[in-house]
């Protein structure tokens, strides 16, 4: 079967169904609010665990709002998930891959039954509105659908090498053979799409995993969890949760662990690189955020770009390891994109991500929160501050993490808010005089993972293409940095953005979770 992007909310638009649509996310959303309240348990080996100590989940909405219960797991509990995994691994690693391929694409079925009530728990636990929501499950549902293919396409990795004569009776075949145990350490702001995407990689090439989700989503975690295992021998999946540097430090030094798949951020993915390695090679597969450019220049459609720019610097506020950060704009057309990104920007609605017209949500807890409004201190210092820059405490958005999307300017040359990654809504623009100048800048970060341009002319484009630093680059689209799409863009960084530099969602992502044997057989 070929491959075909969910799209959930663009077809129901298609179809002149939106109001389906939105009946059907409000349905779920009562739905959800029956289930607050709930304990979560570790799976470990097919069996649910309980630990001593407990962990409230509360709403980035309202902070008030008690979403459920998890498992602070102990050491003794991540070291029987490992033991159950390297267990599982002896039969679960000869199974044929159409046997595997057949067992996920029935979860990707459960997935898309299930689409609108997992969308509403996903924005009570990370605040993301409906339309963001929706999207994060169709695209956990794509990886499956995507990666299905790819073993199918490869025939499960497996190919006939050449003779070394012609009459030689040798037969040479090269085949991907899993590596053992991975352990998955997932995001809070995909924490279906990644969790999804990493551990089906893992698994579909004949691996098996521990599953560690972000403290911020451990619920959403587990119902996603709930709907894979079916079918699963026991040991083949765990899940734990608890605090990540307890449960870490634990994972990364076992050496029952074959390997790694981590997102998040930059310093946390190089601690990890280090410790994992540090007794033998282990493959280490990271991504590890970005801080993310667009070029306008003086031949792009204005409009556009300042569409495109808003859209990636403030959707999910601005939490996506993709979001635009740096914006450089060719300085004859300055005040005419600004005055664009301002207007644009005033037009957001920040509020209840219930709410079938807020553009964004709340930050997903209290130290993004500090983290906003150190960095405001810092630009209202050292630049200017044309829009935003305020937390929100008024009303219904008092006991939430809510601040304004901003807009930054005139900040001088290797500022921090420049080269650091802010994961907030903060948009920095600087002017420039000639493209390779903003080229150049946009390469001085320490990382690249996206970045995007608008431009008209053909030298500026290829000089952006041929030149830029990043694994994923977009030319005057909507979405400057923001919006790969499974099958369509890989994603992967370079630099610090990445380990691996083959992005998730691409032809090469699977190969990383096995290595090669070459066989030959004579007779």
Known sequence: MAFVNQNTYYKYIKNNNVKLFHEKYQRAIDRVKSDFGVEIPLFINGEEYKSDTKILVKSPLDDRLVLGRVQNASQKHVLLAIKSANAAYVEWGRTNYKYRVNLFDNVAKSLKRKKFYLAAWLSYENGKNRYESITDIDEAIDFIHYYCNEMERNKGFLSKNKKPTLDSKEDNVSILKPYGTWVIIAPFNFPVALLVGMSIGALITGNTVIIKPSSDTPIIGYKIIELIKSGLPNGVMNYITGLGPNIGTVLVNDMNVDGVVFTGSRDVGLMIAKDFNK?????????????????????????????????SAFSYSGQKCSACSRVYVQEHVKDKLLAKLVQKTKSLQVGNPLSMNTALGPLINR?????????????????????????????????????????????????????????????????????????HECNSSEYGLTAGIYSHDKYEINQFLENIESGVVYVNRIGATTGAMVGCQSFGGWKNSGSSGKGTGGKYYLAQFMREQNQTIVG
């Open 279 to 311: 007794n033998r090679p282990r493959p280490f597969i990271a991504e590890m955020g970005g801080k993310n450019p667009a070029i306008v220049t003086n031949n792009a459609d204005i409009n556009m770009a300042a569409e495109g720019i808003i859209q």
């Open 367 to 439: 130290k993004a929160l500090t983290r906003f409004k150190k960095y405001i201190t810092i630009a209202s210092k050292d630049g200017n501050i044309l829009f935003g820059g305020n937390v929100i405490k008024n009303g219904p958005m008092s006991h939430g993490n809510y601040v304004e999307p901003t807009i930054v300017s005139d900040l001088p040359n290797n500022h921090v808010l420049l080269k650091k990654e802010l994961f907030v809504p903060i948009l920095c623009v600087i002017s420039y005089k000639d493209i390779k100048d903003a080229i």
